[in-house]
């Protein structure tokens, strides 16, 4: 595989996008509102920038990546070369199924496509395509430039020398990826989720604050980082929606969102892109 195209400019996109061109990809990121391609890519150049501050990546390597990385408005021109088509769109089905439909069409015959969605049905997405065995699920984690894991989630219907190739393409951009069947929630979801939300029903209880709930896990278990503040980098309205679906699908009482969670995301306080979630956070930082 040799070239990348990454739908969708949002958060987990432009990540995507830049791991996609430091790992030696020709990349296109695409998205369906034209104005949010050049704020993807001043949020690349920042991160590429901070890398090579720290002494993480070299001057070299960063201005490689950027000759890699364009961007396009036209869906189809951006996926009809691409060996690899990553999906990174708001977590719906039908808009994923409609997306899948339509890219199949646009791309090339042998072109993989894969959903970076965090909890929908893999199966449900192939579904709307003509060849399923080309589909799989790619689940990276935010912020996608720093975290190592990359959740691949199969199918009955895919082709395992398809995954094998995405694992590989995963390998190249420096992750650790593991393969999961797929089930509501697939692994880090399901788990992420049922420990999430009961930090949350200890906020709303008074058991402790935000800050001592995270720092237990991250100073009793080893955590880098606690599920709260995890919870504000991926976004409150993620998660109320992955905690719904799971709820629904499982019928867990676990999975039930609490009046918290609900309320915050009600208010718009939605974590760090709103500046207020279970933390105060500043604006226009980089992750």
């Known amino acids: 595989m040799k070239r990348i195209a990454v739908i969708g400019a949002g ?5 995507i996008a830049q791991v996609a061109a430091l790992a030696g990809f020709t990349t296109t990121l695409t998205d369906a509102e034209p104005a949010s391609l050049p704020r993807a890519v001043e949020r690349i150049k920042v991160n590429l920038a901070g890398g090579v501050s ?41 808009a994923k199924q409609s997306l899948f439909a339509a890219v199949e069409n646009a791309a090339g015959a042998s072109a993989v496509l894969a959903t970076n969605t965090s909890s929908l049905s893999i199966a449900a997405i192939a579904q709307a395509t003509d060849h399923p065995e080309r589909v799989l699920g790619m689940h990276f984690f935010n912020p996608v430039h720093i975290m190592k ?27 650790e990826p593991i393969i999961v069947k797929n089930s509501p929630g697939f692994a880090s979801s399901r788990l992420g989720i049922a420990l999430g939300l009961e930090a949350m029903r ?56 609490p009046d918290i969670l ?26």
């Open 202 to 257: 200890m906020v709303e209880e008074g058991v402790a604050t935000p800050e001592d709930i995270d720092k237990a896990l991250e100073l009793g278990y080893g955590h880098p980082m606690g599920p709260l503040r995890v919870s504000d980098l991926v976004g409150l309205d993620v998660r109320l929606s992955i905690a719904e679906y799971l709820h629904a699908e499982l019928g867990a009482p676990h999975f039930a969102p």
């Open 54 to 94: 720290r002494g993480k990546l070299s001057r070299d390597a960063a201005d490689a990546a950027l000759e890699r990385l364009s961007t396009s408005t036209n869906l189809a021109e951006a996926v009809q070369k691409a060996d690899l088509i990553v999906e990174a769109i708001v977590e719906d089905l039908g």
């Open 262 to 287: 609900r309320r915050l995301v009600r208010d718009n306080h939605l974590g760090k892109k709103t500046g207020r979630g279970f933390y105060e956070w500043p604006k226009n930082v980089s992750s």
């Open 149 to 175: 894991l990359v959740e691949l989630v199969t199918h009955d219907g895919v082709d395992a020398a398809v995954v094998e190739r995405v694992r590989d393409v995963a390998v190249r951009m420096g992750k």
């Open 11 to 15: 958060t987990m996109g432009h990540g």
